[in-house]
């Protein structure tokens, strides 16, 4: 283990956030500390707008990496050694490290935030890069380099690193409210989930299933997707609720063309139980506008109707091709697209309602006797509480 090597971070826009930034770092340096407990480490430590992880083994860097990728708020995280801010010691590792390295062109990138260091930023770079020129034998490159040698010269230190992962930004979680939501099996609300997680949003789900008149798929399906983005938030909660005897009753009732919208109403009044039990002041789902017939504008606000909360749908107004790559980029997309029975996709009517009429949605539902439903359906709730890996 090299003692001199660390890891420098840069986090997002916590730095916009004035008298909370105290908070907001003290979340993210938590947050970092739990995703990184599995590797060694000795401290944590915030230092001039950077958060420095010291005592790390710099062998496992690509551990670290990954693990790192996963903390929200993080802009980036370079593998560092840390030397005497002098012009010689920082020539002769900024060259060893580049020995290190496959390339054909090269960078360096210095910020100086230790403003008594006698160069300027741009001195320390022809400087470094006139040094490493004749060494390595490659070409300068300004923009799209292969290798870029970053300098960071705080406090009296001088940091320097040729390994650097970007992480997804946006802000700790944790520093956001909490919010319940809506996940199905399928590949838009991993995503959606995902995206308020960025936002610093603690997620509870909910998912409803209809065993058994389908199989548990769904639900192992649910929980192996929580595996992968609890991993953004450490753990969470799962509740899987039965939905089955609630759509039997709209079934027996209601015109089919409503089958879908008051089957979706009965979801958000389930959810938003939850909520209040757990103190969530959001319901989110990952519903996309004219993806499918059920999702039009029409039918978001008749099914919004049915809940008193806020309902955010982040993907509301990205392409299917963004959802997937997105799906892809956080791990999600190939347990999505395993076949599964959906609650709501096994009891699909040919000719679903594209544009539910408010009014007429509440007198239908109004004319469903649910007595009990809903007290059963909560009363059998199955919860469970994920790891992510
Ligand atoms: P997804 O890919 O997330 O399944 P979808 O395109 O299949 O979305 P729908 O099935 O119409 O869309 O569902 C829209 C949204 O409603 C989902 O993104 C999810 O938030 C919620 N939802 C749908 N089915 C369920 C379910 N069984 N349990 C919980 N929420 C659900
Ligand atoms: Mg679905």
């Not at 210095?110 to 490493?132: C, D, M, W």
């Not at 107004?317 to 395993?338: F, P």
């Not at 004319?367 to 790891?387: C, P, Q, V, W």
Request: charged fraction near 25%.
């Amino acid at each position: 283990m090299s003692p001199s090597a660390c890891i420098l971070i840069h986090y997002h826009e916590i730095s916009l956030k004035g008298d909370n930034r105290g908070w907001f770092e003290k979340v993210f340096k938590q947050n970092v500390r739990k995703q990184i407990k599995p590797l060694p480490f000795s401290s944590v430590e915030t230092n001039a707008a950077r958060v420095f992880i010291f005592g790390m083994d710099a062998s496992r860097w690509d551990e670290y990496a990954i693990e790192l990728k996963k903390v929200m708020g993080l802009m980036n995280a370079h593998l560092m050694h840390q030397v005497e801010p002098e012009m010689d010691a920082m020539k002769s590792t900024a060259a060893e490290l580049i020995a290190t390295k496959e390339f054909e062109t090269f960078r360096v990138s210095t910020k100086r935030q230790y403003k008594n260091f006698p160069f300027t930023s741009q001195e320390v770079n022809r400087e470094i890069g006139a040094h490493l020129q004749p060494l390595c034998n490659k070409r300068v490159k300004l923009k799209g380099a292969d290798v870029d040698v970053v300098i960071e010269l705080v406090k009296g230190k001088a940091y320097i690193g040729v390994d650097k992962i970007r992480g997804y930004g946006g802000l700790p979680v944790g520093t956001g409210e909490r919010a319940v939501s809506l996940i199905s099996s399928g590949i838009d609300s991993p995503v959606s989930s995902f995206e308020m997680i960025k936002r610093g949003v603690s997620l509870s789900y909910v998912h409803f299933h209809s065993a058994p008149a389908t199989s548990r798929q769904s639900i192992k399906n649910v929980e192996r997707l929580l595996k992968v983005i609890a991993g953004y938030q450490i753990r969470c909660d799962l509740y899987n609720i039965p939905l089955l005897a609630i759509q039997e009753k709209i079934m027996e009732t209601a015109p089919s063309k409503f089958w879908v919208i008051l089957f979706r109403r009965a979801m958000m009044r389930m959810a938003e139980q939850i909520a209040d039990q757990i103190d969530a002041a959001a319901l989110i789902t990952g519903e996309n506008v004219g993806q499918v017939a059920s999702q039009t504008l029409s039918n978001m606000r008749a099914t919004a109707d049915a809940v008193e909360r806020p309902i955010l749908r982040p993907l509301a107004g990205l392409n299917k091709e963004d959802i997937i790559n997105r799906a892809r980029e956080i791990g999600t997309y190939e347990i999505s697209i395993e076949p599964y029975e959906d609650c709501c996709s096994f009891f699909v009517p040919i000719h679903p309602e594209t544009r539910a009429n408010l009014e007429e949605v509440r007198g239908i539902e109004a004319s469903i006797d649910m007595t009990g439903l809903y007290e059963t359906a909560m009363e059998n709730i199955e919860k469970s509480t994920i790891e992510g890996k």
